[in-house]
């Protein structure tokens, strides 16, 4: 039984420390450092994928990357939000300015919100595909 009790104490100092793997709630929790392999700001890199973080806004008159900031890419769509027009229109016009198939588009998150995440199913680094979409806003 002495054995047993050497154990709790380190233990419980583990636990009452605080230091699980729980992410933690509020406005810190998305600002710890990246990951090996993540790029910074709104492309980064996942399992044979790349995600970008995109915020949609239909409704405009033709398709185009507006701007890229930190957090996303603003994308302007020329579809209305009804009916998943605007999220078909987000992946064909992603698929045109990256060059790769529309079947390799695909809207990950965000279904019915302005912010979304799209996975592209291609071999390309998360910064060809940045400076791919950087190209886009600037032109």
Do not use: H, Q, W
Request: aromatic share 2%.
């Amino acid at each position: 039984m002495l054995a047993l009790a050497g154990f709790r104490r380190p233990l419980a100092a583990v636990v009452r420390g605080g230091g699980g793997a729980m992410p933690r709630k509020g406005k810190e929790a998305g600002k710890g450092p990246a990951g090996p392999g993540a790029a910074a700001g709104p492309v980064s890199a996942g399992e044979g994928c790349v995600r970008v973080a995109v915020r949609a806004k239909p409704g405009a008159r033709r398709s185009a990357v507006t701007d890229v900031t930190a957090e996303a890419v603003g994308v302007a769509i020329a579809a209305p939000p009804s009916e998943g027009e605007a999220n078909a229109e987000l992946c064909r016009y992603l698929s045109k300015v990256l060059e790769v198939k529309k079947s390799e588009v695909i809207l990950e998150k965000g279904g019915k919100s302005r912010d979304k995440v799209v996975k592209i199913l291609v071999l390309m680094t998360p910064d060809e595909i940045l400076e791919k979409l950087k190209k886009e806003a600037s032109s």
